[in-house]
């Protein structure tokens, strides 16, 4: 400023370092939250991720990688490969001696995550994921089978009396696609097949 000795205002002796791992870093078993949004009173902190916070949920590796997450109620359904599980959202659960849980208030915005009972996921076709109010049905590629997740857990319901043609249809299909006919209350399945498994399928038929 062309001074000497001049009164300012400072920040003090500000300490500063590298970090050396920088870098990008896909978990694909983990979840992470932002900020939050509030319309009411002018809050976006949608872009803001504070590393100071706990913002991260990881969850199993051996579950694979997570596919889809749906909110049901007040918790949040993550969809991995090998595995359906229950995220509880702003509350968390203790067990007892019996390995019952009891729900307890939190400060933590993704709780305990409580793997529904059942070996079955969603495979990697995310797009077979439909939903009729808390229902929700997908499909399995590598079990071979298409499933429905309600209110009693998980139901194979590919078992009654299809058990054999989608364990064979679903393994050579390219492409699953789920959807929902509110009107007929029937879940539809959209199964896409390249030339090989075509003909494959074609000289196997399948009597059921």
Known sequence: RDDFNAPTIDNGIKASTTFLDY????????????????????????????????????????????????????DLVVLAEDKILKVLSNKDALFNAQGNPQITATDKVLGTAMPFVGDFGISKNPESLAWDQFRMYFTDKQRGAVLRLSQDGLTPISSVGMKSFFNTRLRNCDEIVGSFDSVNGEYNLTLFYDAMSAVWLENNTIVT
């Not at 978990?27 to 509030?38: A, M, P, Q």
């Not at 976006?44 to 579950?63: A, C, H, R, V």
Request: net charge negative; proline share 2%.
């Open 23 to 74: 870098g990008e870093e896909i978990k694909s078993s983990g979840l992470i939250y932002s900020g939050l949004y509030n319309s009411n009173s002018g809050v976006n902190n949608l872009n803001e991720f504070n590393m100071g916070e706990q913002i991260t949920k990881d969850l199993n590796p051996s579950y694979g990688s997570i596919q889809r997450m749906k909110t049901r109620d007040t």
